[in-house]
């Protein structure tokens, strides 16, 4: 896909399309080793917190067809985060590896009918709700541990005891 999106770009411009951290470098110190295997998406997600406000430390969650959770510290520290299968990847798991469990098409999951205290009253209502339910736990989780983790690594170097910390769902 990606060299038909830049074969189709040289042939409608006169300039030669950018990529992400080969022709674009990024910006930001990447902690997790090795650095080359963080996805650009993290990392586009991490600069776009950073251009809202670069000096304070930042939770990013990125809701696709993997569930990221990040952490990108000021002014330009990328520090990792925690990544889970999305929605649709949990769903068609469950559908393929599962003798009896049915296919659940994207466009029938439905947030709106969506209660954190919901009990699935049929099949469909069972896959969708705990699936639904295990992202949102994980995320909430996920930004509480983080917080702590800032928390604590400010508070060591920083002699602070509260932190107001931002999370930018993308």
């Known amino acids: 896909v990606e060299k038909n999106v830049e074969q189709f770009l ?5 300039k030669k399309p950018l ?9 930001l110190r990447i902690m997790p080793r090795p650095a080359a295997a963080v996805g650009d998406d993290r990392l586009a997600a991490a600069l776009g917190a950073l251009s809202y406000d670069n000096r304070r430390p930042w939770i990013v969650v990125d809701i696709g067809t993997a569930v990221t959770v990040n ?22 798991s469950l ?3 599962t003798a009896q469990l049915p296919t659940i098409k994207e466009d029938m999951v439905s947030l709106k009918q ?3 205290s919901s009990i699935g009253k049929n099949t469909y209502a069972a896959m969708t ?8 736990s994980f995320i ?10 800032i928390l604590s690594k400010r508070a060591r170097g920083n002699k602070i005891k509260s932190l107001q910390c931002k999370a930018l769902v993308t």
Do not use: H, W, Y
Request: glycine share 8%.
């Open 140 to 149: 909430t989780a996920a930004v509480e541990s983080q917080k702590r983790m």
């Open 95 to 97: 559908n393929r590896k």
């Open 129 to 136: 709700q705990g699936a639904l339910l295990m992202l949102v």
């Open 10 to 14: 040289r042939l409608r411009s006169t």
């Open 71 to 92: 952490v990108v510290r000021p002014p330009n520290r990328f520090e990792g985060g925690l990544i889970v299968p999305g929605l649709r990847l949990l769903l068609d």
């Open 19 to 27: 990529r992400f951290r080969a022709g674009l470098p990024c910006p």
């Open 114 to 116: 969506f209660r954190v």
